[in-house]
């Protein structure tokens, strides 16, 4: 079968799957509603992604995929656990691998088309990608990894800008306007730091800017300046020292990519 018939198909199957886990108890089914639309506009970051980086037809097919599928683990997740926090359920992107793998959602796909679909779906929220993953699986993996942060940003910044602060994750961060050293050293390293070390919420702001440096894809790097989610994660962050560092290093490395 035609590869576009069977991304057709792939498409509309995500939705009845997605749609099957409304319970028309409002406050899971925002959630469901959520996952689902950032799924959708993952999907559409892949194909962006792929048309800036002069992908093949059968990569962006595949990225496309890869992008709508990365969080098919989330349903599951909530429904069961009830929740999106990974450490009190399961790891959300091996959890989602294993039931494309389980239900055989991607059957009709090429055997290692679908394997490489079902390693990014895996690896796509891990902290590094493992070594091991090689060729297509390892492609893939890198353009969701940055679909899916170009996506989340676009949601952390509505987020913070209301001061809404998720308390599940942020329930011990402190207030105080202040940078922890462990964590200010992560970052000057170009590093992500340790949840543990993290102490403010002021840390965890700074925490989603190295994200900068793990983005595989100028496009990506790119998408950041032209959308302006530099200067508003650090409109967001107070004025103290460590800040002005972490800025001038942060400016200094995308205009070094951006040439
Ligand atoms: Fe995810």
Known sequence: MDIMDITERLKSFFHNYVDAYLTGDKSLDRNIMLKKQHSLMVHRECRELAAAENFSEHETVLAEIAGLYHDIGRFEQLKRYNTLVDFKSVN???FGADILEKDNILNELEPADAAAVINAVRYHNSRDIPDRLTGLSRFLTRVVRDADKLDIYRVVMDYYREGNYDKTILLNLSETAMVSPAVFEAIKGRQNPLMSD?????????????????????HSLREIR????????????????????IRRDVNSYMDARLV
Do not use: A, Q, V
């Open 92 to 94: 959300h992107g091996e």
């Open 198 to 218: 993290m102490k403010t919420i002021t840390d965890f702001k700074l925490s989603k800017l190295c994200w900068f440096y793990d983005l595989n894809f100028d």
């Open 226 to 245: 032209n959308r302006g989610i530099d200067k508003k994660l650090f409109g967001l962050l107070p004025e103290l020292p460590e800040i002005k560092i």
